[in-house]
């Protein structure tokens, strides 16, 4: 294997940004069981929870995607991939900031 290749393998898959509208999840039951599932998928990174609006925020390779649905369907909840939004547009419309400060804080 050149060197080339060998590089090529290694270079990190491109990270995306994912809001989903989670209606039951929230800050002291749901949302630290949802982390537990991913914790041990170091490319998915928890970019906050905004519990007034209920609002999840990720960033991750698309790949990783299946991963975030089957825990949420999993925990039997329902959820909406908001399409083309971003975690700064989800972080924008959250009602009380501190919710998201929160959520990066607990397990």
Do not use: H
Not at 1 to 22: G, H, L, R, T, Y
Not at 25 to 30: A, P, V
Not at 48 to 64: H, I, Q, T, V
Request: hydrophobic residues 40%; neutral net charge; glycine residues 2%.
């Amino acid at each position: 294997m050149n060197a080339n290749a060998q590089q090529s393998d290694i270079s990190p898959k491109p990270v995306q940004e994912f809001v989903f509208e989670i209606p039951r999840m929230d800050l002291i039951k749901t949302l630290p069981v949802f982390k537990g599932y991913i914790k041990n998928n170091p490319e998915i990174i928890f970019a906050g929870f905004c519990e007034s609006r209920n609002l999840m925020m990720l960033k991750m390779p698309e790949k990783d995607l299946a991963i975030v649905t089957r825990a949420l369907q999993n925990m039997n909840l329902t959820y909406f991939l908001k399409q083309n939004a971003t975690v700064d547009q989800a972080i924008s419309t959250c009602e009380y900031k501190e919710e998201i400060e929160t959520s990066k804080a607990s397990n």
